[in-house]
């Protein structure tokens, strides 16, 4: 089970490390401020999207202290790395999340609950899945992997899973 979790979970973290240390291609150029209006989806947010815009207005609150927004794809992938930081060059500020279509057998998930580095919270249930401490927080869904880290130590686990949460929610919605 270890090397299966090191290959699941081990290389998008060492992705999202490198993308918050800045050695990720940026789609939108440089960090721009983000519009944040609710924590609840409008109909302007495309079912499903996992764009760092969509994920933006998704997130609303929890995000909404950390206006400047920065979209990076790392090289071989097609999945965006979403950073929210409370300026353009205060990269220690930075909450990251990480969306990836990710299709896990619901049994290893069952079975990963068992595993260490898991986060025993409710609503890991409720989305069908688990969540990992490694390095960054990790839920496991059975269409996802959804990736949260925060350089900032203001940032609680707590936090960083209500992050997680959300995404999840807005994707089985």
Known sequence: MGARLRRVVGIPIIAL???VAGCGQAVD???????????????AVVAGSTDCDHLTEVLGSL?????????AVLPGSADPTCSWSKGPANVLSTLTASVKPQATDPVVIVEMRNGTNVI??????????V??????????????SIIVNAIDPSVSDETKLDVAFAIAKYLQD
């Open 63 to 71: 995000v909404s202290d950390r206006p400047y927004l920065t979209e």
């Open 120 to 129: 025993p919270d409710p609503r890991a249930t409720a989305v069908d899945g």
């Open 17 to 19: 490390g490198l993308t």
């Open 29 to 43: 150029g440089v960090a721009q401020p983000a519009s944040v209006a609710t924590a609840k989806p409008s109909s």
């Open 131 to 144: 969540v990992l401490d490694v390095v960054a927080m990790a839920l496991l869904t059975p269409t996802h």
